[in-house]
């Protein structure tokens, strides 16, 4: 009856020892699954932010576009207009 007894423990031991190796096991693949999901979340919450910048900034343009006196000196400064009595002096850049 002994040699059952031990038998038996052994036995329950092996199998609680395996089970716990499993569990260990799954629990480090889905911490790890977690790390890269987290790491990715942070990585679109930036992209997010700069998007909605980026959005705020066009929107404004697209708003200024209406404005007489924005559209004078965007074409002022992109295709060198100027207004009439104007002398434009070009200075050596950096």
């Known amino acids: 009856q002994r040699k059952v007894h ?3 423990r052994f036995v329950l031991a ?3 020892i ?3 190796i499993y569990a260990m096991v799954c629990f480090h693949q889905q911490y790890n ?10 990585k ?3 992209q997010l932010a ?3 910048t980026t959005h705020q900034n066009l ?15 965007l074409v002022r400064e992109k295709y060198m207009y100027t ?6 002096f070009n200075l050596p850049g950096e």
């Open 18 to 20: 395996a089970t716990v």
């Open 6 to 8: 031990l038998r038996r």
């Open 59 to 73: 929107k404004q343009e697209v708003k200024d576009l209406g404005d007489e006196s924005y559209l004078e000196k």
């Open 33 to 42: 699954k977690y790390t890269t999901a987290s790491a990715s979340l942070e």
């Open 83 to 88: 207004k009439d009595g104007e002398i434009v």
């Open 14 to 16: 092996a199998f609680m």
């Open 44 to 46: 679109t919450q930036t």
């Open 50 to 52: 700069s998007a909605k």
